[in-house]
């Protein structure tokens, strides 16, 4: 059987191929996207640049949700595809993707992307109370705007009352990132990370920190890095890729389905203050029934991994 493209060179060689890979993939993807969506929308996007930042407009929604699932394809899930295949000629087996794990660690996956929130909120509070040195205050300045128009455009996504709205939504802020976001930083880049550097712990860091930095939102990388951090020791412990998928997903559906309700005026607050409390000591029990529920799925993983 012949030897994939790949298949036996370094590990430096194999993560600077991805990363040209990640960036060729993205760039060809979001052109023929660009291109398609001109006619789609009938739009000329080349022209119109002010009219995408006009949040207010129904079909300038419609076309950011269409370049962002374009995007999903582009940066996110074609590039770990190609990758595993590049590697080992399997992209099945190299992402992980054939691997099944219990019920009952999904279960608990399910039970720790809830029992987390108050925890994750509690980062995500310290993280925007953050304060650059002053020399540093037109960077901070850049940040906050970028922060700030992330926000804006969030907000523009989740604002839905409709059903149809809604499954889009759901199709493209849950399910296309979680498998996506999934696919390349645990099944690709953390892997990668791990052949070369022979250390899973700091692979896993390393993998987490790109996630939190890839949003571009520094008043967000604090709790976003550590959830970066939960999915790739879930996927660690499991072998299988679909456990992080999974609790990626909850996490998202949840901000989706909070916001439908609270759009439709079935319940009040927004997804941005689900689960979030000051009361230390209910972030501190967050904290450790989080911990108890992990080192569950770490020994049900390792009997697996054992069995």
């Not at 022979?198 to 930095?213: E, P, Q, R, V």
């Not at 989706?256 to 689900?274: H, K, M, N, P, Q």
């Not at 501190?284 to 108890?292: K, L, N, P, Q, Y």
Request: glycine content about 8%; charged content about 10%.
């Amino acid at each position: 059987m012949k030897t994939a493209l790949f298949g036996n060179q370094s590990p430096v060689t194999r993560l600077i191929f991805a990363i040209l890979l990640i960036i060729s993939s993205f760039l060809v993807t979001f052109i023929l996207g660009v291109l398609l969506a001109i006619p789609i929308f009938n739009v000329d996007l080349f022209n119109s640049f002010a009219a995408i930042s006009d949040y207010s407009n129904p079909l300038t929604i419609a076309l950011l949700k269409y370049l962002q699932i374009i995007q999903s394809f582009g940066l996110f899930i074609l590039p770990p595809i190609l990758a595993g295949y590049f590697f080992e000629k399997n992209s099945i087996g190299y992402l992980k993707i054939n691997q099944s794990s219990k019920p009952l660690i999904y279960f608990l996956v399910l039970v720790v992307m809830f029992a987390a929130l108050p925890l994750i909120n509690g980062m995500v509070s310290f993280n925007e109370e953050m304060r650059l040195p002053e020399f540093f205050k037109g960077i901070e300045n850049w940040m906050r705007s970028t922060e700030d128009e992330a926000a804006r455009l969030t907000e523009a996504f989740m604002k839905v009352n409709s059903a149809g709205g809604f499954v889009i939504n759901m199709i493209m802020i849950a399910i296309l990132p979680a498998i996506g976001e999934e696919f390349l930083f645990r099944g690709l880049l953390q892997r990668l990370f791990n052949e070369w550097i022979k250390n899973i712990h700091i692979a896993i860091f390393i993998a987490a920190f790109l996630f939190g930095a890839m949003h571009l939102q520094f008043y967000g990388i604090l709790p976003r890095m550590m959830l970066g951090v939960l999915f790739g020791y879930l996927f660690y412990w499991s072998g299988s890729i679909w456990i992080p998928v999974f609790a990626h997903f909850v996490n998202n559906a949840s901000a989706v389905i909070i916001s439908y309700l609270a759009t439709r005026g079935l319940i009040s607050g927004g997804y941005e203050d689900f689960g979030a409390t000051d009361n230390l000591f209910l972030i501190a029990g967050s904290f450790v029934f989080t911990g108890v529920l992990l080192i569950l799925v770490y020994r049900i993983g390792r009997d697996r991994h054992h069995g």
